[in-house]
């Protein structure tokens, strides 16, 4: 049997090109130009890619500790509505790079947004978070077993 053996490169890689490619899609469902809701989701989601761009390594084990460790249990049981009704006040703080009360109106936006979508897109949100959240379990594995 051959082993599949991935490089945290490859996995760190796997994750930058997933979390894009989600905030592409969740732009791409907030299209309407004059709207200040989707131009404020849009601008979020480019952000987010900004900050992937300048230092994937902390965005990765950030999400890792901040969000999967917290909610492993209803990221892999799909849970939607817990996500979608969740007060988020108590997982983000001000920081160097976070605006926490920016992030929250954001995140406030997104998730009222996401309750008038089809169960379709709802699941594929689950996908994507599913994706993400066990891209950085690897990342975060791979790198203690190095240290």
């Not at 230092?55 to 979608?84: C, E, H, S, V, W």
Request: hydrophobic content about 35%; aromatic content about 14%; overall charge positive.
């Amino acid at each position: 049997m051959n082993n599949l053996v991935i490089d945290e490169k490859s996995i760190l890689n796997a994750f930058c090109k997933n979390y894009k490619e989600w905030m592409e899609w969740t732009v791409s469902l907030f299209k309407e130009e004059n709207n200040k809701t989707h131009k404020t989701i849009r601008g979020g989601c480019e952000l987010v890619c900004n900050f992937i761009k300048l230092n994937p390594i902390l965005f990765i084990t950030g999400y890792y500790k901040q969000i999967y460790a917290r909610y492993k249990k209803y990221i892999d049981d799909g849970d939607f509505n817990f996500f979608a009704e969740k007060d988020y006040s108590w997982d983000i703080e001000d920081g160097a790079l976070v605006n926490a009360k920016k992030a929250l109106e954001t995140i406030h936006t997104i998730r009222k947004e996401l309750h008038k979508f089809s169960d379709h897109v709802k699941s594929r949100w689950m996908k994507y978070v599913k994706t993400v959240s066990k891209l950085s379990l690897l990342y975060v594995i791979k790198k203690a077993q190095k240290e």
